[in-house]
Structure formats: structure tokens, C-alpha cells
């Protein structure tokens, strides 16, 4: 079992940089890959990143890439979402999930079982 708990969003003018925090616990965390996701008002949860613990690889959606940089600290058990250059259209609740997804189904939400109760990120205009 894995618990997530986001922490870090709010409210940035657009051009700015806002980090959101996931901590997890559990005693398998750092077995898990964990991904990032967001949901808009409306909009189905999309996939923005992910990262996969023991070895650091990471893999982003091509609207976010080159902005938005994950990482992790194995000793505080937390993972970072680094957002840069945000745009309006980033506005949404961001959630961190845990999970073993394979490759081919790392962009899916479904194959994530275990998720924190989302952050709100808005950005203005």
C-alpha cells in the first residue's frame, strides 16, 4: 500500500514557475513508478509526466516538455513537479500517482492504482 499526498499549488501569472510536491509512504513506495497527471474543468485527467524511482527516467506529454521537470528525493520520499513558463492552459487540479505500468501504458490513468487528493494550480492571464 502507498500513500500520496500533494502539496505546493496555487495561483501564478503566466510566464511563471510553481513546484507541487508529492510525498509518499508506505512500505514499498520506492518500488513504484509515479506519474502526473492534471484534470481540468470538463476535461478528462491527461497524463503530463512520470518518473521511475529507483532509476530516475523520466518521460513528459509533448504540451508540457521542455517547461515542466519531474524529480525525486529518496531521503524525504517525495516527488517534484517543477512547472515552468506555465501557460493558462495549465490551469488544473494536478494528482500524483503510484503504480508498476509497463511502458506502452505509463499515459494512462488507469494503470496507476494508488492517487493523492490533487492540487489545485491556476494560471492567469
Known amino acids: 500500500q502507498v500513500q500520496l499526498v500533494e502539496s505546493g499549488g496555487g495561483l501564478v501569472q503566466a510566464g511563471g514557475s510553481l513546484r507541487v510536491s508529492c510525498a509518499a509512504s508506505?512500505?514499498?513506495?520506492?518500488?513504484?513508478?509515479m506519474g502526473w497527471f492534471r484534470q481540468a474543468p470538463g476535461r478528462d485527467r491527461e497524463f503530463v509526466g512520470f518518473i521511475r524511482w529507483t532509476v530516475g527516467t523520466t518521460n513528459y506529454a509533448d504540451a508540457v516538455k521542455g517547461r515542466f521537470t519531474i524529480s525525486r528525493d529518496n531521503d524525504r520520499k517525495k516527488v517534484y513537479l517543477q512547472m515552468n513558463s506555465l501557460k493558462p492552459e495549465d490551469t488544473a487540479v494536478y494528482y500524483c500517482?503510484?503504480?508498476?505500468?509497463?511502458?506502452?501504458?505509463?499515459?494512462?490513468?488507469?494503470?496507476?492504482?494508488?492517487w493523492g487528493q490533487g492540487t489545485q494550480v491556476t494560471v492567469s492571464s
Open positions: 500517482a503510484a503504480g508498476h505500468p509497463d511502458d506502452e501504458v505509463k499515459y494512462m490513468a488507469s494503470a496507476y492504482p494508488y
Open positions: 508506505g512500505r514499498t513506495w520506492r518500488n513504484f513508478a
